[in-house]
Structure formats: C-alpha cells, structure tokens
C-alpha cells in the first residue's frame, strides 16, 4: 500500500469516480474537489502529496489554481487537459505545472504518472537526507547539528575539529595537503605555520580513533597531509 495523499480536481463526476477508483486500488487517499477554490482549502488544509488539476474548471480554472498554489506550495501539480488546450498547457509548465495528461487517457497511464512523480520526490527527499548525514562504518557525521557519533556514541568535538573532519569526510580517498586543510578550515594561508593544524587533527583522532597511534579514519600521507579512509 502507498499511503500517499492524492488530490484530484475535475467537474467531471464520471472521471472523479474513474481516477479514484484506480488510485484506490494502488493503495493512495484520495481527496475530491469539482472547483478551484475548494481545491486551495483543500491543499491548505491536508497537504496532498500530489494534485490532480483539471484545466477547464468552472469559475477559476486549472491555471489560476497551480499560479495560486505555487505561490506557497511545492506539490507536484500533473494536469488533466483536452487536445485543444496546447497553449493552456505552455503555461501551466511555465507557471509551476510538472506535467499533464490528455483527455481521454487510459486510466493505468495516469497512474503511472503519478507513481513516477512521487517516486521522484522520495528520491529527492532521500537524496537530501543523506547529504546532511554522512555515513561510515562506526562514524556518523551530521551536518545539521554539526555532531559527530562514533560507534553510536556523541565524540565532544570542537568547531574546527569538526571541520577539519568535515573536509576530510566529504572527499574519501582524496589527499588533502596541509595548506588545503588550513585554508578551507581557517579561512586563510597558513603563511608557512601549520602547527595550529598538527594540534587539532591530533584532538580530532583522539576524539574519534580507537587507537589513534594507528587510525582507521584520519590518514597521515607522509609529506603531503592527509586523507579520510570511509572503510
């Protein structure tokens, strides 16, 4: 079952009862309105996942709806239109619209469209979850709160030992030399002076490294810096 809420607005009885029925059966709440203003309170009130939106509403039509909802809502908005509405269809695309169907349209079509665009959204919202939150074995860094775990456990680090870690982190695999990390962490060159830095990725390994004679995470390349081993 989907559980996602959909919102359908047509004026069209027969089509409301052939849409839900079908998006019923794929597990979706579906929520009906015939006109555009009962269509805003709707989306105001239960924030569906995605709306349905008829083009030629009586009073103010499929257009005015999606310029209105796009004013305070992201919602994926698909339109149901007839051939002759093209130039309307231009618009709403130019307006907010994400995509349309032409009228008559078979019914397993439409909810094809409709899956695909939701499935995109959780993507989109999964994508951006994990880039707030990095994640390797026995370490979780989070960008929101700017804290680290370390096997499950808060590791007290400070603001630059953060950051420093950050850098490494979001580059596995990559050398990062001394005056790259001082500069991206500091802000300015080192000018030569990079025992500040030596300082601090010492703290960051105590804080973070079972052992950190021999660390798993923060990686010295000899001469050069150091790298971040994400295994």
């Known amino acids: 079952m989907s559980g996602e809420t959909i919102l359908l607005v047509d004026d069209e009885a027969e089509?409301?009862?052939?849409?839900?029925?079908?998006?019923?059966?794929?597990?979706?709440?579906?929520?009906?309105?015939?006109n555009g203003a009962e269509a805003l309170e709707m989306v105001a009130e239960h924030r569906p996942d995605?709306?349905?939106?008829?083009?030629?509403?009586?009073?103010?039509?499929?257009?005015?709806?999606?310029?209105?909802?796009r004013k305070s809502y992201?919602?994926?908005i698909l339109f149901l239109s007839c051939k002759s509405e093209d130039m309307d269809i231009i618009?709403?695309?130019?307006?907010?619209g994400d995509d349309y169907i032409t009228k008559p349209f078979s019914p397993g079509q439409l909810v094809a469209r409709v899956k695909a665009h939701l499935r995109r959204i959780q993507l989109l919202?999964?994508?951006?979850e994990e880039s707030q939150h990095l994640h390797f074995p026995g370490l979780?860094?989070?960008?929101?709160?700017?804290?680290?775990?370390?096997?499950?456990?808060?590791?007290?680090?400070?603001?630059k030992e953060f950051d420093l870690l950050l850098h490494l982190a979001k580059a596995p695999g990559k050398v990062l030399s001394l005056e790259q990390l001082?500069?991206?962490?500091?802000?300015?060159?080192?000018?030569?002076?990079?025992?500040?830095?030596?300082?601090?990725?010492?703290?960051?390994?105590?804080?973070?490294?079972?052992?950190?004679?021999?660390?798993?995470y923060v990686h010295t390349v000899r001469g050069i810096g150091y790298k971040f081993n994400a295994n």
């Not at 849409?19 to 309105?33: A, D, N, P, Q």
């Not at 709306?51 to 209105?68: A, F």
């Not at 919202?125 to 951006?128: G, M, V």
């Not at 960051?204 to 660390?215: D, F």
Request: aromatic share 4%; charged share 25%; with cysteine.
């Open 91 to 96: 618009l709403g695309f130019s307006i907010g």
């Open 140 to 159: 979780e860094v989070d960008l929101i709160s700017r804290s680290v775990k370390v096997d499950g456990q808060l590791a007290p680090l400070s603001s």
């Open 182 to 216: 001082y500069k991206m962490t500091w802000g300015v060159d080192s000018n030569g002076d990079t025992r500040t830095l030596l300082v601090h990725i010492s703290n960051l390994r105590k804080k973070i490294e079972t052992n950190p004679a021999e660390p798993r």
């Open 50 to 69: 995605l709306v349905i939106l008829d083009i030629s509403l009586p009073g103010m039509d499929g257009i005015e709806v999606c310029r209105q909802l």
């Open 125 to 128: 919202e999964q994508h951006k």
């Open 74 to 76: 992201s919602t994926p």
């Open 15 to 34: 089509i409301i009862e052939l849409i839900s029925l079908y998006l019923k059966k794929e597990g979706y709440e579906v929520l009906c309105s015939s």
